[in-house]
């Protein structure tokens, strides 16, 4: 099975940017959904952005516009890039594909 490490998360101000990266153990090139999710304290987790293909993408309304997903299969990484950040998007953001394991995510806490 494929592992991922997420990486990239930090401690960010309001309308701040994080550039999250999620590396495979083995090549994600035959993956053809990857997706980052996210769980926020007391909540479920919910799927934030998907990635199909090499370019097609899908975001949950509340990040759309302010999110970006995309991916290198040649290192085998899928990256979210987030901008204008909000107190909201505080969460552990975790990718994934439908079925695989789960890695330990990665904090992001936006916060003045």
């Known amino acids: 099975q494929v592992q991922f490490v997420e990486s990239g998360g930090g401690l960010v101000q309001p309308g701040g940017s994080l550039r999250l990266s999620c590396t495979a153990s083995q090549s994600i090139r035959s993956i053809y959904a990857m997706g980052w999710y996210r769980q926020a304290p007391g909540k479920q987790r919910e799927l934030v952005a998907r990635?199909?293909?090499?370019?097609?993408?899908n975001y949950t309304d509340s990040v759309k516009g302010r999110f970006t997903i995309s991916r290198d299969n040649a290192k085998n990484t899928v990256y979210l890039q987030m901008n204008n950040l909000k107190f909201e998007d505080t969460a552990i953001y975790f990718c994934?594909?439908?079925?695989?394991?789960w890695g330990q995510g990665t904090q992001v806490t936006v916060s003045s």
């Open positions: 994934n594909y439908p079925g695989g394991f």
């Open positions: 990635i199909t293909g090499v370019t097609k993408t």
